[in-house]
Structure formats: C-alpha cells, structure tokens
C-alpha cells in the first residue's frame, strides 16, 4: 500500500502537483502504477487540481481532517506551526499519506519520503 500525501496552495495546478510526483516517485525508483491512492486535508476537497490529478490517474483521493490528521504528528519529519494555524494540523502532506495508508491497510504506516516541495505544493509518500 503506497499512497502520495498532497498539501497545496490554492489553485495549484494538476500539472505542477504531477511533476512534483513523478519526481519524488522516480527517486525512490517506484512507478506512478505503485501508487494505490492520493490524500490531503479536508480543507482540500475542492481544489481543483488535486481533483484534476486523481482523475488523470484513476486513483481514489481521500481528504482528512485535523483531528484525523492528528495522531500521525509524532512520526512526521518536520510540523509547522503556520501550517497548523492554517489548517489546524502540523503537517497536510505528511500526515495524510500516513492516515490514509493506514486506514486503507488496517495497518500502521511508514514515510518512504518525507516532504519535498515545488513553489505551490508540498508532498509526501507513505507505505503501509
């Protein structure tokens, strides 16, 4: 179970979001058809180019709230308290990938890569 964690700017695009993807899957040797999913925070659920990524792909994206975000905090690499100003959580991306590996495996999940940043979106990769 491979699942990407999304954070983003508003209107970030699908385009920047899959770059910043690909590359992160590439240096971890994986392909995009290792990925069994796509998440973020609820605060996301309408942006339009994570809608418009998980469509591309034919991956399901799951959206989750800080206090489902919450209990991941102690395994992320890095929090922000502007982010959780923002969001009421420490981290969208890492934490993300990890709830929803872990809700969709029934099992506890791992960061293979921590956040990696592009100018508008943040992203992190989880495996259960």
């Not at 695009?13 to 290792?34: D, H, M, Q, V």
């Not at 990925?35 to 973020?40: E, I, K, N, Q, T």
């Not at 395994?75 to 969001?87: I, K």
């Amino acid at each position: 179970m491979i699942v990407a964690g999304f954070g983003c700017r508003r209107d970030c695009t699908a385009a920047e979001l899959r770059e910043l993807l690909e590359r992160s899957l590439a240096r971890l040797a994986l392909p995009l058809s290792a990925l069994h999913g796509l998440a973020s925070s609820a605060r996301k659920r309408d942006e339009a180019g994570l809608l418009q990524l998980a469509a591309d792909l034919g991956l399901p994206l799951d959206f989750y709230s800080a206090e489902q975000l919450a209990p991941f905090e102690s395994q992320l690499s890095e929090g922000s308290e502007r982010v959780r100003e923002q969001t009421g959580a420490a981290s969208v991306a890492e934490a993300s990938a990890l709830a929803c590996a872990a809700e969709r495996s029934g099992r506890s999940a791992t960061l293979i890569c921590p956040k990696r940043r592009s100018a508008a979106a943040t992203l992190a990769i989880a495996t259960a």
